[in-house]
């Protein structure tokens, strides 16, 4: 058990556990946070919305670390296989859970649809770079994906602040969570859509002009004649 326990620290030391990954890492671990969080069992239920507003406190730390750790690592030259690695999990580990737990959480206004659409994007997108990075090339965050995180971040909070209330009154002046939620939620169903279209022709004109490529050089090889294998005489 020594020994084994001292080659699990040995490949432990051995990873580049950095300062952005392991920002990458508190989103990871912020999974669960946000799981206690919206259960029923969570003890802070009061009157004055504290759990929606711990949640959404959560998820928001979060979606801030989501940016902060691809900044770090670019201004830090810290980029590693380990951060690659970790970083889409990451994302997909907070998104997934949260429209899971919101369509438990708050029917009203998260459709299991919707959270369907939304987690069956994430998982194209994924395979698409997945194949892409097999084939020796990569897939640019497009503009439309990154709208479609700032609005997947605000729908997600409305969702949350919305299971306590309908309105905020600052003042004189309301503000219809309940609308912003439900606007929100469409609109990144819509975005999530046209971005995984986009994203999808991306890389079709890529993998395209890849297996163009391959076709030529095998054209090519096929031309070359075929030299005749060495006749070996026997001795008499």
Do not use: C
Request: glycine share 6%.
């Amino acid at each position: 058990m020594a020994v084994l326990a001292a080659s699990a620290l040995r490949r432990l030391a051995l990873l580049d556990v950095n300062l952005p990954n392991s920002i990458t890492l508190t989103r990871i671990a912020s999974v669960p946070l946000l799981i206690w969080a919206l259960s029923p069992r969570f003890p802070l239920q009061g009157a004055h919305g504290e759990q929606e507003i711990i949640a959404s406190a959560i998820f928001i730390l979060a979606s801030i670390t989501d940016g902060l750790d691809g900044y770090l690592a670019r201004r830090r030259g810290q980029i590693t296989t380990l951060g690659m690695l970790l970083d889409p999990l990451a994302d997909k580990l907070m998104v997934t859970t949260a429209f899971i737990l919101l369509v438990a959480y708050n029917p009203r206004v998260m459709h299991p649809w919707i959270a369907v659409l939304v987690i069956g994007r994430e998982f194209l997108v994924s395979g698409l770079r997945s194949i892409a990075s097999s084939e020796g090339f990569t897939i640019q965050a497009s503009e439309l994906g990154k709208l479609k995180t700032v609005i997947q971040i605000v729908s997600v909070v409305a969702a949350i602040l919305n299971h306590r209330w309908d309105y905020w009154h600052f003042g004189w002046f309301p503000i219809g969570v309940h609308l912003i939620a439900v606007t929100a939620i469409y609109w990144m169903a819509i975005i999530s859509i046209i971005s995984a279209v986009d994203y999808f022709i991306g890389f079709w004109k890529k993998i395209d002009h890849v297996s163009g490529r391959r076709r030529r050089r095998s054209s090519v090889l096929s031309r070359k004649k075929r030299e005749p294998a060495p006749t070996i005489s026997s001795p008499s």
